[in-house]
């Protein structure tokens, strides 16, 4: 997921929803995509106990495990892949797609794998619970907030759509399904990753 963010980062045409607002503040900041995503996180946690209150649970602190790692893997492969080159449109669009197929991979991972879920999910997740939705709709909602608020950032300091581009709507799009895919696709390695 962190190779995911990075590579659409280098591309340029948008990275997916929950990466929008770090992508734009670190265009507006000093902070890397991979620092702002760190801190993005804890205030996403923050929002959590603000929907949950007392549903709260001290366990949701270990999101900021994986969210860290995350960040600091964000950094590595943005450097890393910063050789690629992105000197035409079908370069980028074609990185863009690449980096969609690797979130979604990712993301499989993570809700499959029932380990601990990064901050955007559980968000997602205390928004479900707070307002008894099921958590595809929470999960939308979230990312759409997510995307409004990077356009907004973005039109004020940057005045432009400047890091949330047809990139962001294509990853919003397309991920959720491809995930649906693998999983319907692989049910026997869905099923062991359930119970390992």
Do not use: N
């Given at each position: 997921m962190g190779m995911a963010v990075?590579?659409?980062?280098l591309a340029g045409l948008g990275t997916s929803p929950i990466s929008s607002i770090p992508n734009v503040v670190s265009l507006i900041?000093?902070?890397t995509i991979g620092q702002m995503t760190m801190v993005f996180m804890l205030v996403l946690i923050s929002a959590?106990?603000?929907f949950l209150r007392r549903q709260f649970s001290p366990w949701a602190w270990l999101q900021l495990i994986p969210s860290v790692i995350f960040g600091v893997l964000i950094d590595y492969f943005t450097s890393w892949l910063s050789w690629i080159p992105m000197n035409n449109y079908a370069a980028k669009l074609i990185a863009t797609f690449v980096s969609i197929f690797l979130l979604a991979w990712g993301v499989y991972f993570e809700v499959n794998s029932r380990t601990i879920l990064m901050a955007g999910e559980g968000l997602s997740s205390a928004v479900a619970i707070a307002l008894h939705i099921a958590f595809p709709r929470a999960k939308v909602w979230c990312d759409a907030t997510m995307v409004i608020v990077?356009?907004?950032i973005a039109l004020i300091w940057l005045h432009g759509l400047v890091g949330v581009r047809e990139g962001t709507i294509l990853s919003a799009l397309i991920t959720g399904r491809l995930v649906s895919l693998f999983t319907d696709k692989m049910p026997n390695f869905t099923h062991w990753l359930h119970t390992k």
């Open positions: 990075a590579l659409s980062k900041t000093p902070l959590e106990i603000l990077a356009v907004i």
